[in-house]
């Protein structure tokens, strides 16, 4: 089922273009990255698709509602990760998960166990008391996963959910990647559709159903991880000297500097 | 565990209850004319000694309730603002709405000294302050707004702008000013709770109740909104419709103890500080306690203000300053251990 759909879509910002044109078609349980260089339009498109701005021509069409009009009922269906936080009040970690359940009225006892749910996904139990503001960039990061994940978790609260990711690998170590890789995968197996921006192209040839490649606000190339990258079309975009090998286990493309 | 969680808070409220109560009857007791604690107890159902009896129930018991009422007021004030502008080191006059109302007081004295007809038991020289503050956060509202919305930086940076045009504003009043005008410029600028009658008391006391009985239904958002705006935005908050509440009780209550006590300084900045400090930045918690804690504060500095230089009277903003400016250094030289950078 079709649960993004994107048409035409542009963004502009004092006469300069950000992103051109662009489509694409989201469905249920299908995780889409867009990789692409600096300022290729790859956050614009991510804040656009959440709602942040209303000046843009084209149609982006949310469980087949304008998003426009599905204001009401966003909240609990679409999640979005932001690239950066401002958060600098002393919450616990605890607290701020727990912020991702304001769009719901499900009470305290299940609202409870959402928030230890994804607290586990994301491996910051032991800091559930702990200070926001004390934590370290990556753990800062994990919070902020769980509770972007929090307002979606459970598909009781609305059975089409969309996730919004714009960097979520950027802070984690090694080890936290991977757990946050198998946790989306298995988020997305539950029927959510995974939306989100990654750097790390490894990351993507791994996780992505589908990759986007983004410049200049177009898309460069799109296709399955086999067929998108490749050599030719990432030195190309990246302007990088870089080689796409087979990974020696999954056969899938590595990417190597 | 809730169960247990609501027993605490449930106890922690009741200790407070009895605290704030002893508070209250303590500084009843002090003054230019001391009154044992017996008789400040009996005042209240038997009239054995009408001196103290009219020292009590007429001068000392309405400015001991506004000075509760008033320094809830502005902490609670303080509370909002810093988590409207997700800073917290913001202050309600930051904003100009201090600025505002101390010109909107001079203009009073200045021009309108001759005048004395009081409204709803005011001065004028109140009114004029609770005017000046309107007109202060209508002024600043109006420019800060932007097809996208209320820019809070904007928002600052306008108060800040304000201030000063209100600050040169007082200054020219000033300088215009008699010797007597003048005096009473300066003493209106320090604060003080000498004018209280039970009528400032009903209108401190009313607005107080009203804050915070229709606040709390904006708890969730103001919550969501320390993530950040376009998150709170995502959270399905209506960021507008919050701008627009939060601003409004800022204005009513920094606008109301402006006018009923002067300017009292640092308890609007330092009392939701200190409280976020101690309980997090959960507004459920810290608005409340804030409003307690900065009624309690000013009704001990009121008490050190009647007494310290007996029978003259100091006025009650430099003693809050006084007080308020060492504990702020103090809580700031160990913002490690609460959270802060």
């Known amino acids: 089922m079709c649960l993004l759909k994107v048409a035409a879509l542009s963004v502009s910002k004092s006469g300069h273009a950000l992103l051109d044109k662009l489509s ?34 084209g149609a982006i069409e949310l469980a087949n509602k304008n998003l426009k009009d599905a204001c009401d009922q966003r909240p609990r269906l679409l999640a979005t990760l932001p690239q950066m936080s401002l958060l600098n009040f002393p919450y616990s970690v605890k607290d701020v998960v727990a912020l991702g359940r304001t769009p719901h009225d499900t009470g305290l006892t299940i609202d409870a166990r ?23 960039g990556g753990e800062k990061q994990r919070t902020q996963l769980a509770r972007v994940l929090a307002q979606i978790w459970r598909k009781e609260d609305a059975p089409q959910r969309l996730l919004l990711l714009d960097e979520p690998f950027s802070a984690l170590d090694i080890g936290h990647q991977q757990a946050l890789i198998q946790t989306i995968e298995r988020f997305a197996s539950t029927g959510v559709a995974v939306l989100l921006v990654v750097h790390d192209m490894n990351i993507a040839a791994k996780l992505a159903h589908n990759i986007i490649v983004l410049s200049q606000g177009r898309v ?3 296709g399955k991880p086999a067929e998108v990258l490749k050599t030719d079309i990432l030195k190309d975009v990246f302007n990088a000297d870089l080689r796409v090998v087979s990974h020696p286990d999954t056969e899938q493309p590595f990417v190597m500097l | 565990m809730t169960k247990s969680i609501h027993t605490k808070a449930y106890l922690t409220w009741l200790a407070l209850a009895v605290g704030v109560l002893c508070i209250l009857v303590l500084s009843l007791a002090f003054g230019a004319v001391p009154v044992p604690l017996s ?11 009408p001196q103290a009896s009219t020292v009590i129930l007429e001068l000392r018991l309405p400015r001991t309730l506004l000075a509760f009422c008033v320094g809830a007021l502005l ?8 988590g409207l502008f997700r800073n917290p080191l913001a202050d309600p006059s930051l904003i100009g709405v201090a600025a505002g109302a101390s010109a909107g007081a001079s203009l009073v004295i200045v021009f309108l000294m001759d005048w004395q007809w009081p409204v709803f038991g005011l001065s004028l020289v109140s009114v004029g302050a609770f005017v000046g503050a309107l007109i202060t956060v209508l002024l600043i509202y109006r420019i800060a707004s932007g097809p996208m919305g209320v820019s809070v930086s904007a928002m ?10 209100a600050s040169s504003l007082s200054g020219f009043l000033a300088f215009i000013a008699d010797n007597e005008m003048l005096r009473h410029m300066s003493l209106w600028r320090m604060g003080g709770l000498d004018s209280a009658g039970y009528s400032h008391v009903w209108i401190a006391l009313s607005v107080c109740v009203c804050m915070l009985l229709l ?3 904006y708890y969730p958002a103001l919550n969501a909104l320390l993530l950040g705006e376009s998150e709170a935005r995502h959270l399905g908050i209506n960021i507008q419709h919050v701008k627009f509440v939060v601003i409004f009780w800022l204005a009513l209550g920094v606008g109301t103890s402006v006018a009923l006590a002067g300017m009292v300084a640092f308890v609007g900045l330092i009392v939701p500080h ?38 003259t009277e100091l006025p009650v903003g430099l003693i809050t300053a006084l007080i308020g400016a060492p504990v702020f250094i103090s809580l700031l030289t160990r913002r490690h251990q609460y959270g802060m950078q």
């Not at chain 1, 586990?120 to 370290?136: F, P, V």
């Not at chain 2, 459920?284 to 306690?289: G, M, R």
């Open chain 1, 24 to 57: 694409m078609q989201v469905r249920t349980g299908e995780i889409h990255v867009i990789i692409g260089p600096n300022g290729a339009g790859k956050s614009t498109l991510i804040n656009t698709l959440a709602g942040d701005t209303s000046h843009y021509s």
């Open chain 1, 114 to 136: 959402v928030v230890s749910e994804v607290m586990e996904a994301m491996d910051i139990i032991e800091l559930a008391e702990a200070k926001y503001t004390q934590l370290s």
């Open chain 1, 220 to 222: 460069a190339a799109r």
């Open chain 2, 39 to 49: 008789e400040v107890l009996s005042a209240f159902y038997q009239q054995s000694n």
């Open chain 2, 75 to 82: 902490a609670a004030s303080g509370a909002i603002a810093q």
């Open chain 2, 156 to 165: 600052l940076l306008t108060g800040i702008a304000i201030s000063f045009l």
């Open chain 2, 215 to 217: 606040l709390p239904r």
């Open chain 2, 274 to 311: 200190a409280v976020r400090m101690l309980v997090g930045p959960r507004h459920e918690v810290l608005v409340p306690l804030s409003a307690v804690a900065g009624g309690v504060l000013l009704v001990l500095s009121d008490t050190l203000a009647r007494t310290l230089m007996a029978p």
